[in-house]
């Protein structure tokens, strides 16, 4: 048999330790990690088919639905980051010709329009300069016209650095048989976020900003309303990663395995 030579030699770069400087963030995110965060990611590795491993991940969804003040059976961690938690709730809860309503005053109403136009959605934005807010009045009257069956609306708006307030939002939408869905990635953790109280039916986050984690995963909830919404879809889920159906099972939520 004749011997196999490298054609491409390793870059030195890899062969010498890693060395990271520390620095201080000072922007929306990432941010700075807690040295029990840092000795936490380096605890040994578990297969997910340890009992340890279970028992971490039912730590993971009782911790989460402490933060999001909820007590939905469907909260847990997600792979990805922020977007993979925004294309998450929208590739699960929006078929292809249904109405979907962005409140837009940044960059992250523009992004959730974009992604809810890729799962076949038929947007509708409200706009407003960047910096302010919508009155509960226009999102009414938004609810009227549109007929939505989800409506969007960024909590911190990284771009302006406008905190949006959520009362009395969730109340309207399901008046108008609408869901709420609400990006928290920039305020979960600073600020108060009352999922169940406010009526909020969809709600995700990053580890990276306020919590101060290392990026790569996003805490997500999804309410009663929402996981019917899932059940009454007449369309399969456009994703294999992101199929909550699949998804539910690997958290083993109400049992589901």
């Known amino acids: 048999m004749e011997s196999v030579r490298e054609e491409h030699k390793p870059p030195s770069s890899i062969t010498r330790p890693l060395k990271v400087p ?8 990432p941010t700075n990690a807690h040295p029990r965060v840092r000795k936490a990611c380096s ?7 340890h009992p340890e491993f279970h028992a971490i ?31 998450a709730s929208f590739v699960n809860m929006v078929e292809p010709g249904d109405r979907v309503l962005v ?9 959730a329009r974009e992604v809810a136009e890729k799962c076949g959605g038929v947007v509708t ?26 409506l969007f609306l960024c909590h911190g708006e990284t771009s302006s650095g406008v905190l949006h307030p959520l009362e009395g939002i969730g109340d309207l ?6 869901l709420f869905m609400v990006d928290a990635v920039a305020s979960l953790g600073a600020v108060p976020f009352l999922m169940d109280k406010w009526g909020i039916d969809i709600a995700y986050s990053g580890s990276h900003k306020v919590l101060s984690c290392p990026p790569g995963v996003s805490p997500i909830s999804f309410g009663p309303r929402a996981r019917a919404k899932l059940a009454s879809r007449k369309t399969k889920v456009a994703s294999f990663y992101f199929d ?14």
């Open 22 to 29: 520390a620095k201080l963030l000072m922007g929306p995110g």
């Open 57 to 87: 991940m039912d730590e993971i969804q009782g911790g989460l639905k402490y933060l999001f003040q909820t007590s939905n059976p469907l909260t847990f961690l997600l792979d990805g980051g922020g977007h993979a938690a925004m294309e």
């Open 173 to 178: 939408c399901h008046k108008h048989g609408c």
């Open 244 to 257: 909550l159906n699949w998804l539910m099972k690997c958290w083993a939520v109400d049992g589901a395995t």
């Open 125 to 150: 934005s409200l706009m407003r300069p960047i910096g302010e807010v919508f009155t509960v009045e226009e999102i009414e009257l938004g609810l009227k016209t549109h007929s939505p069956c989800v």
């Open 43 to 49: 605890q040994p590795l578990l297969s997910t088919i």
């Open 103 to 111: 409140l837009e005053n940044g960059v992250w109403g523009q992004r």
